[in-house]
């Protein structure tokens, strides 16, 4: 039996807190060698409307530990903005989101639920970002450097803030009403959030540096990091356009740098990060997959003078799964479901 979550069942069954041990979870099976993902799946066609392209978002992955596989298909066309199309945007004539994640379950291989991924993509991206800063950034951390404003900001910025004793966050936006926006939204929050107008000073006595934004170019200086900072970015290339939040001298300078994955390095041709390591400006061996960083197989220098990257370098369907069966499991328990009939789903077996 199938059933459908919405985004607003998403938003009241799952917790940052219980994202961010689900993620957790995923991670460390992915290491131990029992979790499977696949690589992210994208692929963008030219439309009749030349003012913007269609886009197309596969993945796929399972979570043993918690009985789930999930695969995320996504459909939405994009718009390049600015100076060498510098940001991508959401573009659909309908402004509503298409994409559709499916959870199957591990004992019957039935599917089991059809998930809006709206609420359930912004708060494991969050989760993600939050597992990684309490595995790398000191545990005194209390000043946040945010750059971008956007549906993955507020997430990463609660995150952050549920695993580090965060005091102030330090936002920056190019548009001032959305910093201002965004600073009223997290002070309800009781967090105290000050928009700044130079992007250099949501790095100066920041503790960690988030990106979190839609820009296809570098949004700092690498040479702006100060000694101890963790930084986090969230855009990465693919075999759609080159893209990065972080400039080389940002990869030169980190101590250690973290990834989800090194399947999708390749896959997804992530030259800012191959390109570096091949001139030799980075140390391959210095590179360590988050869910290693976990599990004590790679170990992250933390020095005081050192400066820790995690670079957030995919999406992965094993989060869907992950933090889809925490949902699933307790919409199930409290009933009144909508189910979407067997019929509608299952084929007859070939009989050839």
């Known amino acids: 039996m199938a059933i459908v979550i919405s985004d607003a069942d998403a938003r009241r069954l799952i917790s940052m807190a219980e994202c961010i041990d689900a993620m957790r979870v995923a991670f460390r099976d992915l290491s131990d060698g029992r979790a ?7 692929y963008a066609v030219e439309t009749a409307d030349a003012d913007r392209r269609y886009l197309a978002n596969i993945q796929a992955g399972a979570v043993p530990s918690f009985g789930m596989a999930a695969v995320r298909a996504g459909s939405r066309f994009v718009r390049f903005e600015g100076e060498g199309e510098a940001r991508r945007v959401l573009h659909n004539p309908d402004a509503r989101n298409w ?6 379950d591990l004992a019957t291989a039935e599917p089991v639920a059809f998930l809006h991924e709206t609420h359930i993509s912004g708060i494991r991206v969050g989760a ?5 800063v309490d595995a790398a ?16 900001a507020g997430p990463i910025c609660e995150a952050v803030c549920a695993v580090r004793p965060i005091r102030r966050v330090q936002v920056y936006s190019p548009t001032p009403g959305h910093r201002a926006a965004f600073c009223e939204r997290m002070t309800r929050h009781g967090v105290e959030c000050a928009p700044v107008s130079d ?7 920041a503790d960690v540096v988030c990106c979190a934004t839609s820009a296809a170019t570098p949004v700092f200086d690498g040479a702006w990091l100060e000694p101890g900072q963790t930084v986090v970015t969230i855009v990465n290339s693919d075999v759609t356009g080159r893209r990065s939040e972080a400039d080389e001298t940002t990869f030169r300078r980190a101590a250690d740098i973290i990834i989800n994955d090194w399947d999708s390095v390749h896959a997804n041709r992530q030259v800012e990060l191959t390109e570096p390591i091949d001139s030799g400006a980075v140390n391959r061996e210095r590179v360590h997959t988050l869910g290693d960083v976990l599990t004590g197989r790679a170990e992250v220098r933390r020095g005081p003078d050192d400066i820790v990257y995690y670079k957030n370098n995919t ?8 933090a889809g069966a925490v949902i699933y499991r307790k919409l199930v328990s409290e009933g009144g479901l909508r189910v979407v009939p067997p019929e509608w789903l299952a084929s007859e077996p070939s009989k050839d």
């Open 36 to 42: 499977a993902n696949m690589p992210r799946m994208r």
């Open 99 to 104: 994409t559709v994640i499916i959870l199957y």
């Open 315 to 322: 999406g992965l369907g094993m989060q869907f799964a992950a």
């Open 128 to 132: 993600t970002v939050g597992v990684a």
């Open 199 to 205: 992007p250099r000073a949501v790095v100066r006595g």
């Open 137 to 152: 950034a000191r545990a005194d951390s209390g000043v946040l450097g945010l750059f971008g404003t956007g549906r993955q």
